[in-house]
Structures are given as structure tokens and as C-alpha cells.
């Protein structure tokens, strides 16, 4: 017997006041959904049902889905109509879990023991005792304990609401079962919609055994329906992925101010202060260094490197030894060699830097190639930019460049040159030799600056 998963995204989530659909609003930089996805795949069902309605083409668009069947609800009639919708796809023989697109942070571990029970032919359901049960459905028992049905906020009395046993929306059934109660459902509450959670009553008066699991972490199964909801789940998910990063091994003076919004892969004694902002796909070697206030996406960093604070990092590879910062910028396919230096207000794109070599201050380099052992003095600019086309700039190895340079692109320097401060550089530089293009400096001896006239 198979398991198949139901994934209820088809809402707009009119709470969020947004003209987003809410399962594509992003957590630790990924949509809702696409975190559901994972454990849905995690789970290993052998087929995932979207259920998708608002903003369909969008959802589409932004979810990779080569193992997902796509479920149009055009009209959002409720959570059941939606169940309802999924199910001519899926063989009665099957387990089905319903899962909702707004719930992202459950795991795999707390859904398993639902689609055991679901598998020996029990209806199951995921509850969790919460202080301020506000907002969800109530679930109800009978004098003996066990569960009777669900109540929705809206249609629940005042003792009702005053229970804490709140439904988490997860729900596992035999297919076959599942698919005659969705069927039999009807929209006469409060809100006028086809409620999946009706089909735990209707199991009960079919004499179906049901069964709560009691979530034991609840921050996993709260809800996202306003953006206060999805602040508090933000939180909760780099909480917990700040302290995966400290127990292995990394320092991290004030763990609630870590971001991170991808995958990190990080070696021994890491050092990451406050505020760094970590997207995409980040590779940190040993005993390295990130100081506050950096935001990196996509970077390779090799051993020994120390990023400086407010450093802005994007699609950059970094060589062992190198120290980075403060305030410097590195632009997309910047490679830096091994022990190099990228100082303060030192903008870098598309270039490659050799090894050893330094670029400490008020800089910008972009479409160059830089050999090892360079020093690029302060305030040089590669004009690589014609207005109409980029020109690439070529510096050898061992090359020194003077203050406020300017190169202006297509440009060689080659290994070894020297280039004088002030140097505006429109042709190929040779080898070994000093070159510089200056005015030459006057003195106006006995020169007066003029005066104020005298008023009146
Ligand atoms: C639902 C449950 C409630 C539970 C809570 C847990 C129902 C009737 N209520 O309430 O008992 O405590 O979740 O978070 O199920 N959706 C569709 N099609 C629709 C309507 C909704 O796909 O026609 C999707 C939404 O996109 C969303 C999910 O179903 O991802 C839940 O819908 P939502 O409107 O947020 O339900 P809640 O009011 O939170
Ligand atoms: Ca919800």
C-alpha cells in the first residue's frame, strides 16, 4: 500500500493583504510551499497532489515540480472541496495524508506515526494543546475521551472556544474512506465553505476508529495566515537552524540575530557575528572570520579568510588566507586568489585576482584579470564601460599601480610595470618600466591670491 500526499495551497490568504498567493510568500528565502514540499518528499510518498487555485500560474512558476501533480480547485470552497478535487487521482488502496501549504515548518517525524495509523485503516489527525488556540479549529471529545469531531472557531459556542486542543490541519485516512467522506460533505457553518475537518465526525458515526496524535513540538505546527504569524515562524526556523550551526562547532555571539536563507556548509571553528545575512549556497572553510553586519549570497570561502563588517558578498569565490572588508562589495564571478586584500569602498565585478595581490582602498575593478603580487593603489578605476560595451582590462603579475588611476578598457599592463598616481591609461602599458601620464607640475612664482575688496 502506497502513500499519497495531498498539499492544500489553492487559498489567497487574504489575512496576509497581499497580492501574492500566501504559499509563495518566502520563509529563510523560500516560498511556504516549497518547505511542505520537502517533507512531503521526505516522507516518501509515492505521489504529491498540489492542490493550487489562486494565483495558480504563479505557484507554477516558482515551485520546481518534476514529482508533483498539479490540482486545479478554481473556486476556493474550503479545505474539503479542495481534498475532494485531488482525489479521483489516487487509488483507493492508497494511504492519504493531507497536508496544508501554510503549516511549513512540520517534519517528517511528527507526520510518520499519522500515516502508520492511517495504514492500519484508522482515520488519524495531528492536534496540539495550545495557550492561545485563537484562529484554529477545536478539537471535540466525547464523556469517554475519545475524539468526536472538529469545530472551527467561527461556528464554536464559548465553551468550545475556550478549549486548548486545537487541529494542526494534518490528517491521514485509508483513500477509500477518505473519498466518500469528502464526497458527502456539506457547506452549512459559518463561513459557507466544504470543511475537511467534518470528516472526522462523519468517521465516527461510520464507526471508523479515530485517533489523535498530540504534536510534541508546537512551534512546528503553527500556522501561517498573517504576516505577524509568519514573523513568529521566521524566527522559530532560524532559531532552530542557529542552533544546528552551534552545535556544530560554529561561534555565534547572539544566536537570534542569524540569518540564514539557504544551505551553509561550513568547516571547524567558524566565527559569524550578528546580522550576517546568509543566502543560497554558502561554503566556508576553517576559521573563518564573517563580521557583523555582512550579507553573502552564493560564496565559496577558503580557509583562514576574514570578511570585515558590512561586507556585501554575491556569487564570489574567495581564496584561503584573504581578508575582505569593511564595506567592500564583491559582484558576481569575482575570484580571489589566495591571500589577497580587498580593502574598504572597493567594488569588484567579474574579474580574477592573483594571488597575494591588494586592492585596499575606494576602488572599483571590473571585467579585469589581476596577476599575483599586485598592488593596486587607491582610488584606481578600470573605465570598462564605453557606454555602449564592455572592455576587459589585463594587469600582470607584480604589476604596481599609483594612486587614482584610471585604465581605461581594452587595456594591458604587463607583469612588472610601475604606473605613476594620477595616471589616466588609454594604451598598453610594457613590462618592467615606469609609465605614467601627467602634466607637468608649474610653480607661478610671485602669484597673489586675490583679496576681498574693501566695503562701502
Ligand atoms: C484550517 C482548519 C482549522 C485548523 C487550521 C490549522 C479547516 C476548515 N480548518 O483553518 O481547523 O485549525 O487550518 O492551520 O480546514 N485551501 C485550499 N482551498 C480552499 C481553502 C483553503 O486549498 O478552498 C488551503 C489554503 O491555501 C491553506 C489551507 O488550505 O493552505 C488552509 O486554509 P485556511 O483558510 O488557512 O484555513 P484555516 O482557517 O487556517
Ligand atoms: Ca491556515
Request: net charge negative; with cysteine; glycine share 10%.
Given at each position: 500500500m502506497s502513500l499519497s500526499i495531498i498539499i492544500l495551497?489553492?487559498?489567497?490568504?487574504?489575512?496576509?493583504?497581499?497580492?501574492?498567493?500566501?504559499?509563495?510568500?518566502?520563509?529563510a528565502g523560500r516560498p511556504l510551499l516549497a518547505h511542505v514540499i520537502d517533507t512531503a518528499r521526505a516522507l516518501q510518498g509515492s505521489d504529491i497532489h498540489v492542490v493550487i487555485g489562486h494565483g495558480a500560474e504563479q505557484v507554477q512558476a516558482l515551485i520546481p515540480d518534476s514529482d508533483i501533480q498539479w490540482v486545479l480547485?478554481?473556486?476556493?470552497?474550503?479545505t474539503g472541496h479542495a481534498v475532494a478535487q485531488a482525489?479521483?487521482?489516487?487509488?483507493?488502496g492508497n494511504t492519504v495524508l493531507v497536508m496544508y501549504g501554510?503549516?511549513?515548518?512540520?517534519s517528517r517525524e511528527t507526520l510518520e506515526p499519522l500515516c502508520s495509523l492511517a495504514a492500519r485503516g484508522m482515520a488519524a489527525l495531528l492536534t496540539a494543546e495550545l495557550d492561545n488556540p485563537a484562529g484554529y479549529g477545536r478539537i471535540l471529545h466525547h464523556a469517554d475521551g475519545s475524539i468526536c469531531g472538529i469545530v472551527e472557531e467561527k461556528d464554536a459556542s464559548s465553551a468550545e472556544k475556550a478549549?486548548?486542543?486545537?487541529?494542526?490541519g494534518f490528517i491521514a485516512a485509508p483513500a477509500a474512506r477518505l473519498r466518500g467522506w469528502v464526497e458527502a460533505l456539506?457547506?452549512?457553518n459559518a463561513q459557507g465553505e466544504f470543511y475537511l475537518t467534518d470528516v472526522i465526525a462523519r468517521a465516527v458515526t461510520e464507526g471508523t476508529s479515530v485517533r489523535g496524535v498530540m504534536a510534541e513540538n508546537i512551534n512546528e505546527v503553527l500556522g501561517i495566515n498573517d504576516r505577524r504569524q509568519l514573523a513568529v515562524q521566521e524566527r522559530c526556523f532560524q532559531q532552530r537552524q542557529a542552533e544546528r550551526c552551534l552545535q556544530a562547532g560554529i561561534t555565534l555571539p547572539?544566536?537570534?540575530?542569524f540569518d540564514l536563507r539557504g544551505e551553509l556548509t561550513a568547516g571547524q571553528d567558524i566565527y559569524i557575528d550578528i546580522n550576517a545575512v546568509l543566502e543560497g549556497k554558502i561554503i566556508l572553510g576553517d576559521r573563518v572570520t564573517i563580521g557583523p553586519n555582512v550579507v553573502m549570497r552564493n560564496a565559496t570561502v577558503g580557509d583562514d579568510v576574514t570578511i570585515l563588517a558590512n561586507c556585501v558578498i554575491e556569487d564570489a569565490e574567495i581564496g584561503a588566507g584573504s581578508r575582505i572588508g569593511p564595506f567592500a562589495r564583491l559582484r558576481p564571478e569575482t575570484r580571489l586568489a589566495a591571500h589577497t586584500h580587498v580593502g574598504n569602498f572597493v567594488e569588484i565585478k567579474k574579474s580574477d585576482v592573483g594571488e597575494g595581490s591588494k586592492i585596499n582602498h575606494l576602488s572599483y575593478i571590473g571585467d579585469t584579470s589581476i596577476g599575483a603580487d599586485v598592488n593596486i593603489g587607491a582610488g584606481?578605476?578600470?573605465?570598462?564601460?564605453d557606454g555602449a560595451n564592455k572592455h576587459r582590462t589585463v594587469i600582470g603579475d607584480r604589476v604596481f599601480i599609483g594612486s587614482d588611476t584610471q585604465l581605461v578598457a581594452p587595456v594591458e599592463i604587463q607583469a612588472g610595470a610601475t604606473i605613476g598616481a594620477g595616471s589616466t591609461i588609454t594604451r598598453d602599458v610594457p613590462a618592467n618600466e615606469l609609465t605614467l601620464s601627467r602634466t607637468q607640475q608649474q610653480t607661478h612664482t610671485g602669484w597673489k591670491r586675490p583679496v576681498k575688496k574693501p566695503k562701502g
Amino acid at each position: 500500500m502506497s502513500l499519497s500526499i495531498i498539499i492544500l495551497a489553492a487559498g489567497q490568504g487574504t489575512r496576509m493583504r497581499s497580492a501574492r498567493p500566501k504559499v509563495l510568500h518566502p520563509l529563510a528565502g523560500r516560498p511556504l510551499l516549497a518547505h511542505v514540499i520537502d517533507t512531503a518528499r521526505a516522507l516518501q510518498g509515492s505521489d504529491i497532489h498540489v492542490v493550487i487555485g489562486h494565483g495558480a500560474e504563479q505557484v507554477q512558476a516558482l515551485i520546481p515540480d518534476s514529482d508533483i501533480q498539479w490540482v486545479l480547485q478554481a473556486d476556493q470552497l474550503g479545505t474539503g472541496h479542495a481534498v475532494a478535487q485531488a482525489m479521483p487521482a489516487i487509488a483507493d488502496g492508497n494511504t492519504v495524508l493531507v497536508m496544508y501549504g501554510d503549516v511549513p515548518l512540520v517534519s517528517r517525524e511528527t507526520l510518520e506515526p499519522l500515516c502508520s495509523l492511517a495504514a492500519r485503516g484508522m482515520a488519524a489527525l495531528l492536534t496540539a494543546e495550545l495557550d492561545n488556540p485563537a484562529g484554529y479549529g477545536r478539537i471535540l471529545h466525547h464523556a469517554d475521551g475519545s475524539i468526536c469531531g472538529i469545530v472551527e472557531e467561527k461556528d464554536a459556542s464559548s465553551a468550545e472556544k475556550a478549549l486548548h486542543e486545537i487541529n494542526t490541519g494534518f490528517i491521514a485516512a485509508p483513500a477509500a474512506r477518505l473519498r466518500g467522506w469528502v464526497e458527502a460533505l456539506d457547506n452549512n457553518n459559518a463561513q459557507g465553505e466544504f470543511y475537511l475537518t467534518d470528516v472526522i465526525a462523519r468517521a465516527v458515526t461510520e464507526g471508523t476508529s479515530v485517533r489523535g496524535v498530540m504534536a510534541e513540538n508546537i512551534n512546528e505546527v503553527l500556522g501561517i495566515n498573517d504576516r505577524r504569524q509568519l514573523a513568529v515562524q521566521e524566527r522559530c526556523f532560524q532559531q532552530r537552524q542557529a542552533e544546528r550551526c552551534l552545535q556544530a562547532g560554529i561561534t555565534l555571539p547572539d544566536p537570534a540575530r542569524f540569518d540564514l536563507r539557504g544551505e551553509l556548509t561550513a568547516g571547524q571553528d567558524i566565527y559569524i557575528d550578528i546580522n550576517a545575512v546568509l543566502e543560497g549556497k554558502i561554503i566556508l572553510g576553517d576559521r573563518v572570520t564573517i563580521g557583523p553586519n555582512v550579507v553573502m549570497r552564493n560564496a565559496t570561502v577558503g580557509d583562514d579568510v576574514t570578511i570585515l563588517a558590512n561586507c556585501v558578498i554575491e556569487d564570489a569565490e574567495i581564496g584561503a588566507g584573504s581578508r575582505i572588508g569593511p564595506f567592500a562589495r564583491l559582484r558576481p564571478e569575482t575570484r580571489l586568489a589566495a591571500h589577497t586584500h580587498v580593502g574598504n569602498f572597493v567594488e569588484i565585478k567579474k574579474s580574477d585576482v592573483g594571488e597575494g595581490s591588494k586592492i585596499n582602498h575606494l576602488s572599483y575593478i571590473g571585467d579585469t584579470s589581476i596577476g599575483a603580487d599586485v598592488n593596486i593603489g587607491a582610488g584606481t578605476i578600470t573605465c570598462n564601460y564605453d557606454g555602449a560595451n564592455k572592455h576587459r582590462t589585463v594587469i600582470g603579475d607584480r604589476v604596481f599601480i599609483g594612486s587614482d588611476t584610471q585604465l581605461v578598457a581594452p587595456v594591458e599592463i604587463q607583469a612588472g610595470a610601475t604606473i605613476g598616481a594620477g595616471s589616466t591609461i588609454t594604451r598598453d602599458v610594457p613590462a618592467n618600466e615606469l609609465t605614467l601620464s601627467r602634466t607637468q607640475q608649474q610653480t607661478h612664482t610671485g602669484w597673489k591670491r586675490p583679496v576681498k575688496k574693501p566695503k562701502g
